[in-house]
Every structure is written in C-alpha cells, then in structure tokens.
T-cell receptor, first 110, second 113 residues
Framework: GNSVTQMEGPVTLSEEAFLTINCTYTATGYPSLFWYVQYPGEGLQLLLK?????DKGSNKGFEATYRKETTSFHLEKGSVQVSDSAVYFC?????????FGQGTTLQVKP | DAGVTQSPTHLIKTRGQQVTLRCSPK?????VSWYQQALGQGPQFIFQYYEEEERQRGNFPDRFSGHQFPNYSSELNVNALLLGDSALYLC????????????FGEGSRLTVL
C-alpha cells in the first residue's frame, strides 16, 4: 500500500542555515505530494504541493520537487528563521485521503 | 472567513464511555474528513464524508462512526473508548472538486483514562 517515510527528528539549526528534510514515498498510481506544517498550538497548514512528476512546489522560501525516479519529495529552504520552528509533515494523496509521514520537528535557534 | 472549527478543544473520558466530536467546515467546503493524530505521529485517516454519506474509510474499527449534516458540518463518534484512543482528532475540509488541499481545524484533544 501507499506509505510515506520522513527523516527522524528533531532537526536543530541555527538561523540562516540551509534546511533539508527528507521524504520518500511508496505509491501506486500518480498521487499528489504535499508538505504540511504544524506550528505550536495550531492546526496543520498546507505549505506546498506538487501534482505530477518533476513539478516543483514552493512557498515562503520552501521548495520541494516531485521526483518519480527516486520516489522522493525532499523539503528545502536556503535560510531558515526562528519563526520556521514547527513540525513538518510530508503527505501523499489523490482522492482527498492523505497519507502522512510521522513528522519532523524543526527547531531554529537565534 | 472562518476556517475549520472543532469542538470541544479538550475533553477527558474514561474507558468504555462514548464521545462525540464536532466539526464545521470552512465556508464553501462540502467534504469533511477526520484524522487521528497520536502523540509524536502523523495524522491517520479515519473516514471522509460527502453528501451526508461516508465515502472512504481508513483502517479503523466500527467503534468509530460519523455523520454529516445537510449544512456540511460533521460529527465523529467513538464508542467503548479504549486507552489507545487518546489522541488529537483533526477535522479537515475541502471542496469536492479539489482532491488536493485540505484545510484543517486545530483539533480536539481526547484523553481516555
């Protein structure tokens, strides 16, 4: 069945450091891929998405490219800020039902 | 424009009891899904409602049931509560024509003692 695997956290970075959070997936068919973010005390918010192979999703300086050949959708940001501290979830889906990874906690220190 | 709203935000129950959680979707949305998020884990899909019918169901027992009302709001019911049902229950909504982005509420934190 479909599944998503994310890198283990927590990830601790200094402000302005480069961020990569790895995400790989197993899927039948051609699902869309998503990154959701959960800030402390808040619900999940869509960060970015890609609907087909080689698509790049981007938002707020974050980027991720749908790589079918490596079944990956790694999240990257060139320069993180303290305000980016949150839990990040990779997810896949194509019928409104999403399958989530276990989440990666990012802590950015000043 | 109100987003997805859920109630109650926190509740405590004891084993064997029953609980009902409520959700109002974002304005203009007609499809509601429920997810269970255990501590430190990603959300797991419970079921999805559209046109007042359950359309998809995840790997959850029949103790978990739901309902969608004509105004698109929804309820999640859990019977015969177990300790393992302690979790954050998230409601998400979307328009039926958009199979991608879900809008999530802040969740209902259920603790079973």
């Amino acid at each position: 069945g479909n599944s998503v695997t994310q890198m283990e956290g927590p990830v601790t970075l200094s402000e302005e450091a480069f961020l990569t959070i790895n995400c790989t997936y197993t899927a039948t068919g051609y699902p869309s891929l998503f990154w959701y973010v959960q800030y402390p005390g808040e619900g999940l918010q869509l960060l970015l998405k890609a609907t087909k192979a080689d698509d790049k999703g981007s938002n707020k300086g974050f980027e991720a490219t749908y790589r079918k050949e490596t079944t990956s959708f790694h999240l990257e940001k060139g320069s993180v800020q303290v305000s980016d501290s949150a839990v990040y979830f990779c997810a896949l889906g194509n019928t409104g039902k999403l399958i989530f990874g276990q989440g990666t906690t990012l802590q950015v220190k000043p | 424009d109100a987003g997805v709203t859920q109630s109650p935000t926190h509740l405590i129950k004891t084993r064997g009891q029953q609980v009902t959680l409520r959700c109002s979707p974002k304005s203009g949305h007609d499809t509601v899904s429920w997810y269970q998020q255990a501590l430190g884990q990603g959300p797991q899909f419970i079921f999805q409602y559209y046109e007042e019918e359950e359309r998809q169901r995840g790997n959850f027992p029949d103790r978990f049931s739901g309902h969608q009302f004509p105004n698109y709001s929804s309820e999640l019911n859990v019977n015969a509560l177990l300790l393992g049902d302690s979790a954050l229950y998230l409601c998400a909504s979307r328009t039926s024509g958009n199979t991608g982005e879900l809008f999530f509420g802040e969740g209902s934190r259920l603790t079973v003692l």
